[in-house]
DNA sequence: CGGCCGATTGAGGCTTATCAAGGCCGGTGG
DNA sequence: CCACCGGCCTTGATAAGCCTCAATCGGCCG
């Protein structure tokens, strides 16, 4: 597979919450530095275990990013996009990957060594304060994920999970979400099983909210699904 | 009440995580800054949804740190003991608070100005560098604990509660656990009912891993508490 | 001593995971 | 072009785990 050197300067990594106030003088040196592959659809990035030695930015294409619980069940943490970053929190330099990450597409990832990473990032008071901001923020989200999944049922996890795929990949102008999954990938992001993520979307279906074609979901009513995975059911 | 000002240079805060690497120069700042406050059990220290002013060190004393999810359904996410930081998630000083802490027992706290806390930390490459893997590694705690409370059953998680809990904050040479909470609090760290906590720690007790007395929890088996909660239960 | 708060224990019902069977679709090979 | 096969999806039945509700008990404090 041929591709071309992406260059950081024409990149979304460059503009994302971790990269944004990164000098273009240090954005030059990145861009000699970096190596870029491409990876294709299924291939892992990352495997769970092995020590960092590099993180990776997503110029283009789509990554799940897993991890094997107790009982070996596997469950998807989050999913990537083109600007975001892979194996930042391995970014002490003494750990291993704690999740493992495989591509969803086609994808073009660019991979920069961590030492070189963390040479720059001491040099660059914002760089690193906006690394503290970015975990700081993660932090919380997952605090909230994790609230989350302990108290909604499944039926509003599962549209909880619709949820989150529109708002990080879009939709186009039928509502057809932007990212094809499995049903099996849907409940390991909703924390559920493949039959029940089969039933409630079926529900989903009939009561108008969604629609399903072939292999693609469109959301039909966002504030019916909002309502439905919403916090607002206040009992006081 | 009266209490002293503790002294930053005999305080436990001085070497924790975030602030082992801060110079005595910056210290010293701290503690001219620091104001000390004291707090009843039960009393709150942080409210939810409130502006990020302050953060908060544990001189002396325990605190639950909870979050209101949907439902109203009251969670706890972690526990702080003396050395401990509240409200640092908040650094960015442009947030609200996203979560309570309350007082578990009489204690001792030391606050600072978030902003005298920013304007030391830009000036220390070392300090910044330590939130930032403290942050790092919280991120990977809380994927941690995401996914042993979704994959495990309640008596798993019960077991794995109690090994938090003596991990934290130790025993006695009995074993007892030197920390007491209600049973509807130990429900909100393990995510189930205080009525499954009352159950399965009376099964406990029976198979003889634990003992109870009064308010305390002894544990007497701690290897048996580790393979019931544990990761081994390995099927391939 | 009475009242209150928390702990305990049991019964009942609901949600959800598991298991199983069948259907759909795309790909492959004859 | 058709038959076969495998992967994935769908749907239903079943069973188990867990929450909820309720009653009782025990200790503590006024």
Request: hydrophobic content about 40%; aromatic content about 8%; glycine content about 6%.
């Amino acid at each position: 597979m041929k591709i071309s050197n992406p260059d950081c300067f024409q990149c979304y990594c460059k503009d994302c919450s971790v990269m944004k106030n990164c000098s273009d003088e240090w954005l030059t040196i990145i861009n000699e530095k970096k190596n870029y592959e491409f990876y294709k659809k299924g291939q892992q990035i990352i495997t769970e275990g092995k020590p960092v030695k590099e993180i990776y930015f997503i110029h283009s294409g789509k990554a799940k990013i897993v991890s094997i619980g107790p009982y070996n069940k596997e469950q998807i943490l989050w999913l990537a996009k083109p600007g975001d970053i892979l194996g930042l929190t391995g970014i002490g330099g003494n750990s291993n990957h704690s999740s493992s990450a495989y591509a969803l597409e086609d994808s073009v990832l660019c991979s920069l060594d961590l030492k070189i990473f963390l040479e720059i990032v001491k040099q660059n008071p914002d760089l690193i304060f906006d690394i503290v901001l970015f975990f700081a923020d993660e932090l919380r989200n997952a605090e909230n994920r994790m609230k989350k999944l302990v108290q909604m049922n499944v039926r509003e996890k599962i549209a909880d999970t619709l949820i989150y795929l529109h708002n990080k990949f879009g939709a186009d102008t039928n509502g057809t979400i932007e990212v094809h999954l499995l049903r099996q990938e849907l409940a390991e992001i909703a924390c559920t099983t493949k039959e029940q993520v089969s039933k409630f979307l079926s529900e989903f279906e009939k009561e108008g909210i969604i629609s399903i074609n072939h292999k693609s979901i469109s959301i039909l009513n966002f504030q019916m699904l909002q309502s439905m995975a919403g916090m607002q059911k206040v009992e006081v």
